[in-house]
């Protein structure tokens, strides 16, 4: 299976940072790649699919970059509903598997 | 509107059966490929299974490789799993999800259920 790590696992941000989280798979999975938004209690909400393209109705402050093994998320100005966990999801092949996760709080 | 809502959760001793329901409504349920997730208490997502849109191929985690297995019922937009020789460790908020072909190869789970809760225990 295809590994996927993140870093860092927990951020400390104010609102207006820029923030950035980066996704690294342990093999090549092209442009297989999406970010994914989780609250407490909540299911996962896609951001960014096909590791660039912005999903319909998310705001243009989130924006996704890389290709192959290197992955960034950014959060050009941190905005208060954006303290969440942020996950990374490589649907290049069988069995589709999540980075463990950023935690991005309120510093 | 695109909804999911997942059914069938609960308290299950472990080596019982348990079934979950996902019924779709707000598109066209047949024309998509279908997947299960999970989330175990404080850890991390795990992609579980899908299905293609008429049911002819089906892909699992080797986690629950023969002990799950992933159902469709286009005439009633419904996904099922139905879930046997349940262990703690399957003790998880289970979650189906629509999987969106944009073109070009580019897809994404792009709507989710709310989650079904399913726990494991004696």
């Known amino acids: 299976a295809i590994q996927m790590t993140q870093s860092p696992s927990s951020l400390s941000a104010s609102v207006g940072d820029r923030v950035t989280i980066t996704c690294r798979a342990s093999q090549d999975i092209r442009n297989d790649l999406g970010w994914y938004q989780q609250k407490p209690g909540k299911a996962p909400k896609l951001l960014i699919y096909y590791a660039s393209r912005l999903q319909a109705g998310v705001p243009s402050r989130f924006s996704g970059s890389g290709s192959g093994t290197d992955f960034t998320l950014t959060i050009s100005s941190l905005q208060p509903e954006d303290f969440a966990i942020y996950l990374c999801?490589?649907?290049?092949?069988?069995?589709?598997?999540f980075g463990p996760g950023t935690k991005v709080d309120f510093k | 509107e695109v909804q999911l809502v997942e059914s069938g959760g609960g308290l299950v001793q472990p080596g019982g059966s348990l079934r979950l329901s996902c019924a779709a409504s707000?598109?066209?349920?047949?024309?998509?490929?279908m997947n299960w997730f999970r989330q175990a208490p404080g850890k991390g997502l795990e992609w579980l299974a899908n299905?293609?849109?008429?049911?002819?191929?089906?892909f699992y985690v080797d986690s629950v490789k023969g002990r799950f297995t992933i159902s469709r019922d286009n005439a009633k937009n419904s996904l099922y799993l139905q879930m046997n020789s349940l262990r703690a460790e399957d003790t998880a908020v289970y979650y189906c999800?629509?999987?969106?072909?944009?073109?070009?190869?580019?897809?994404?789970?792009?709507?989710w259920g709310q989650g079904a809760q399913v726990t494991v225990s004696s």
């Open positions: 999800a629509r999987r969106y072909f944009y073109g070009s190869g580019s897809y994404s789970f792009d709507y």
């Open positions: 707000g598109f066209t349920f047949s024309t998509y490929w």
């Open positions: 299905i293609r849109q008429d049911g002819s191929e089906k």
């Open positions: 999801l490589q649907d290049h092949s069988y069995p589709f598997t």
